[in-house]
């Protein structure tokens, strides 16, 4: 038989408007803790650099990773597409050796044939701060390839 008496709960409410819920003593309730990470982030207001990418180092380190992967090597198109990537990678990891901070940077990598005298062009626009912001282009070639390295800082506010 149904009645209409009130049902008791384990949650009662404080007489308030701002009532909080309250766990009665010698309930069965599990109550955990949870810690949170701390965060730290950049300053916001930090609008210019600390530190800039220096353009030499960054020639002289790309300059010798194009050396170390093409030294006497011959241009075939399969090894090539995979050595493209192999290069930027490297080059992109001994950038961010240089720990410049807040900067992000792309490497493109292009290779060639130097059979048949070619004629290349390649070209990009990009939108940023000249105060900030940078590009460099590296070339090398031997005998039998060229190759053509444009890397750019971008300098992230």
């Given amino acids: 038989m149904a009645t209409n008496e009130p049902v008791e709960s384990p949650v009662t409410r404080l007489p308030s408007n701002n009532s909080i819920p309250t766990i009665p003593e010698g309930s ?3 109550t955990e803790t949870v810690s949170r990470a701390s965060t730290e982030f950049e300053p916001s207001y930090q609008i210019e650099p600390i530190k800039k990418l220096r353009h ?12 170390r992967f093409l030294a006497d090597l011959r241009y075939d198109p399969i090894t090539c597409r995979e ?6 990678s490297a080059i992109l ?3 961010k050796e240089m720990n410049v901070p807040r900067y992000k940077y792309v490497v493109m990598v292009s290779l060639g044939s130097e059979k048949g005298n070619p004629g ?4 990009s626009r990009c939108l940023w701060n000249d105060s900030t912001d ?21 300098y992230k506010e």
């Fill in 28 to 30: 069965n309730t599990r």
């Fill in 56 to 67: 030499s180092e960054v020639q002289r380190l790309a300059e010798t990773e194009l050396e």
């Fill in 83 to 88: 050595l493209t990537r192999e290069i930027a």
């Fill in 93 to 95: 990891e001994k950038i």
């Fill in 120 to 123: 290349v062009q390649l070209g």
């Fill in 134 to 154: 940078s590009s460099l282009t590296v070339h090398f070639h031997n005998k039998y390839l060229f190759a053509v390295v444009i890397i750019y800082g971008l």
